[in-house]
């Protein structure tokens, strides 16, 4: 779990790990051992979850190059953090502009996605286009421009609603 200043969290996070004789129990790891000083890249800052961790990473003391097919000003999400990131306009669809925005980057975190079930269903092909060769895009770019770590996030919806 990530903490940013909009979730009135602090920039820690739990992670759990196995103890003596097999008891899980969590250990508080303090992100800005990981993130502090390195650029961090977000696809799909604009969005929702996007937009939190863009503040986390900050509040980690990351640098952020916050990547949308959005221009700035139209990510209210990204009001309170504009001044503190560095925003790229860029489609998934453009492999050069990923390159460039991904070069120097110690961390891809890769967000952007069509998340609306009901328009990949009335337009699979769109929705096809713009998540998986759009991720493809993302990996290619990640390839080229030599970054360190990419990150893949997804979500539950992709198994559909539970049958009952």
């Known amino acids: 779990m990530l903490g940013g200043a909009r979730a009135g969290v602090n ?8 103890g003596p004789l097999g008891t899980a129990r969590l250990r508080r ?3 800005r051992e990981h993130y502090a000083g390195r650029l961090a890249v977000v696809t799909g800052a604009g ?28 990510c209210t999400n990204l009001a309170g953090a504009r001044r503190r990131i560095e925003p790229v306009t860029a489609a ?8 460039a925005a991904f070069r120097g980057a110690e961390y891809i975190f890769h967000l952007a996605a069509n998340p609306s079930v009901p328009d990949s269903v009335r337009d699979a092909t769109t929705d096809f286009e713009a998540n998986a060769v759009g991720t493809l895009h993302v990996v290619e770019a990640f ?3 030599g970054a360190g770590r ?15």
Do not use: K, W
């Open 92 to 99: 998934l669809a453009d492999i050069d502009a990923l390159v």
């Open 143 to 145: 390839r080229r421009a």
């Open 29 to 31: 790891v303090d992100l």
């Open 11 to 18: 920039c820690g996070a739990s992670r759990a790990f196995t």
């Open 47 to 74: 969005g929702f979850v996007g937009s939190h961790l863009v503040d986390a990473l900050l509040d980690a003391g990351a640098r952020v190059r916050a990547v949308d097919r959005r221009p700035p000003a139209e």
């Open 150 to 164: 990419i990150v893949f996030t997804s979500t539950a919806a992709v198994y559909g609603e539970p049958v009952r």
